[in-house]
């Protein structure tokens, strides 16, 4: 005959059944079951109080901690979460200090949880990255600097309308100057809003942008009408190397953010979407904290530019000892002949600096645009002009032909 096997909530339920029926003493039932008085009687206590489900083990953790988040605070945390759906702990743990410092607002890990538990943490696919270049922003050390300008890759509103939105920020402090709708990617188009970007903010000192249109051409010095006005007011365009947008990853970066924040799903209308952007923009600024730049804001780092845009444009000035021409239908006069070089540069002027008595550089402003070759009056390619300054760095005699 096999051994009966028992279990503790047997011996449990046994005990208070006898107990209830024993008419000796106490501690003789408690000594036959190996328990204490102290345990029999608690064991009589919890099941005259719930019955059978009570002598069942029960948790030993104490029903209320000295560090446990109270439902107030919880709230607090959920409110603002919801309010920016897009945001970390980090950022919305410095939004409620500043709201009131006087509590004592949960640490990181804990708003995580919380955020998490009530399913409105956002789950992002971790993604390989190659090593980050620093060169680009190596002088970038004070605001209007360098201004990075770019459009956001396209998308469709609910309307099935194409929405190009043109893209300006401030390289140092990354304060998004403009975040604009286009109707198309030309030059006119992105003309009137940098225009009304300088005189909002001012002159920076460079724009670096991509090798596409309106910023850049495949003509000679890679030159547009865009970078031609550039140019003329005292701006030196910088274009990354194609594909590496890593070259102007701040602005990159936050084109990722603008997307998530206005963009998924996007609004119904261009209207729709213009005002989200703007909203954006305001509280991109004035309101989120920033963990690269010590959880501070953009609006209290950057400075508008000392430099005002100009009432006139001012035309291309050459010191003495150069030959002055002017750019007509994309080409210009020389020795009798015609010299084609870019229709970005029509109405310019253009400065030639003597190398020898047959090579001449051609300038326009500071910008080196090629050397010019009197005797065939034609423009050396890049490659070629690259080749001529070498050898005329090391006392050479050049000729494009050999």
Request: proline fraction near 5%.
């Amino acid at each position: 005959m096999p051994w009966r096997k028992t279990s503790a909530m047997d011996e449990r339920c046994l005990f208070v059944l006898e107990a209830k029926e024993h008419i000796g003493p106490f501690t003789e039932l408690c000594a036959r079951y190996g328990i204490s008085p102290k345990t029999g009687y608690k064991w009589l206590k919890r099941f005259n109080q719930g019955g059978v489900a009570y002598l069942a083990d029960q948790s030993r953790a104490s029903r209320n901690h000295p560090n446990q988040i109270s439902e107030e605070i919880e709230k607090a945390v959920l409110e603002i979460r919801r309010a920016h759906a897009t945001w970390g702990p980090k950022k919305l743990q410095v939004l409620l200090h500043q709201a009131n410092r006087e509590i004592s607002w949960p640490c990181l890990s804990s708003m995580s949880r919380i955020i998490k538990a009530h399913g409105l943490s956002i789950h992002r696919k971790r993604r390989r990255h190659a090593t980050p270049s620093t060169q680009p922003f190596a002088e970038c050390n004070a605001s209007n600097q360098v201004w990075c300008a770019d459009y956001k890759g396209w998308f469709r509103t609910g309307d099935g309308h194409r929405c190009d939105p043109l893209t300006i920020s401030d390289g140092f402090s990354r304060y998004l100057l403009k975040c604009q709708i286009v109707s198309d990617l030309t030059s006119e188009v992105a003309w009137g809003i940098f225009e009304a970007a300088f005189r909002e903010y001012g002159l920076p000192d460079a724009i670096r942008t991509d090798n596409g249109s309106p910023f850049a051409t495949t003509g000679l010095g890679g030159l547009s009408r865009l970078s031609v006005w550039w140019l003329r007011l005292g701006i030196r365009p910088e274009r990354i190397k194609p594909g590496k947008p890593q070259q102007n990853g701040r602005h990159e970066r936050m084109h990722l953010t603008l997307k998530q924040a206005t963009a998924q799903p996007p609004a119904h209308t261009l209207r729709e979407q213009q005002r989200r952007f703007d909203s954006f923009r305001q509280e991109y600024n004035n309101i989120r904290p920033h963990e690269s730049l010590q959880m501070k804001t953009l609006a209290s780092l950057y400075q508008p530019s000392t430099r005002p845009y100009p009432a006139r444009l001012p035309d291309m000035e050459y010191g003495r000892g150069m030959e002055v021409r002017r750019v007509i239908n994309g080409e210009f006069r020389w020795e009798g002949g015609r010299i084609f070089l870019t229709h970005s540069l029509n109405d310019e002027l253009i400065g030639l600096q003597s190398c020898d008595d047959r090579y001449w550089r051609v300038y326009f402003g500071w910008l080196l645009l090629g050397i010019l070759d009197s005797y065939n009056l034609r423009i050396l390619n890049a490659l070629q002009t690259k080749r001529f300054e070498k050898a005329l760095s090391k006392g050479m005699e050049y000729d494009y032909c050999i």
